[in-house]
């Protein structure tokens, strides 16, 4: 298979990038391929422009966005990684949905709606906070979440949900021995839900 991994954290040396270095390492050890988009790094814009935005007088995507479509056609596995702020993705994570899933690439029009063009990807999420996992949980927040971003995107797209993994408690004094757990908590994840899987 090959897979994208999506990283949404500002900061190089996040417990986020550690997160997405695992994964990417993962994958490898199974025989899959990889590509990294660091939207920070990438210095992404967010910002869904005037001209994006499907109309009936004529749209077009914007050169990053033809570009970063073409990296993605031939993947099989999206993987987002990001941080909770405010129970909710990154604005930049949020614009790269609006701006790169968008009419022609994650839908197109269908009879009665829309019709999903990513049919037979999948989409795994692994997210972070400083909140405890049983806090962001017994709040329902991560429920909203997934029903708002996860469910809604596989939904408008065609992509399958592969799981989202929610990892809490991440602060800046977040001991060496809990990072490593957690971190093998990812590994674990990515290895049952892809270990043996070839491209669809």
């Not at 949404?8 to 990889?34: D, E, N, Q, Y």
């Not at 197109?108 to 063009?117: A, C, F, K």
């Not at 037979?120 to 708002?148: D, Y």
């Not at 991440?170 to 757990?181: G, I, M, N, P, Y």
Request: hydrophobic share 40%.
């Amino acid at each position: 298979m090959k897979h994208a991994i999506i990283l949404a954290h500002p900061k190089s040396k996040s417990f986020c990038a550690s997160i997405a270095r695992t994964c990417a390492a993962t994958l490898r050890a199974l025989g899959h391929k990889v590509i990294v988009r660091d939207l920070y790094k990438m210095d992404f814009d967010p910002r869904l422009q005037s001209g994006e935005i499907p109309v009936h007088t004529g749209f077009a995507p914007a050169p990053d966005v033809v570009a970063e479509r073409k990296r993605l056609a031939d993947v099989d596995s999206l993987i987002f990684v990001y941080p909770f702020w405010f129970n909710a993705p990154p604005a930049v994570l949020k614009g790269y949905v609006d701006r790169v899933f968008g009419m022609g690439f994650g839908y197109r029009p269908g009879s009665g709606g829309t019709e999903g063009l990513l049919g037979g990807k999948t989409l795994m999420t692994i997210s972070t906070s400083g909140a405890p996992e049983e806090w962001v949980e017994s709040t329902g927040a991560l429920q909203a979440l997934m029903t708002g971003f996860d469910r809604h995107l596989a939904a408008v797209t065609g992509l399958e949900v592969s799981g989202h993994v929610h990892l809490g408690s991440v602060l800046s004094t977040l001991t060496r021995e809990a990072a490593k757990e957690m971190l093998v908590r990812v590994d674990d994840s990515l290895r049952k839900t892809f270990a043996g899987q070839r491209a669809g």
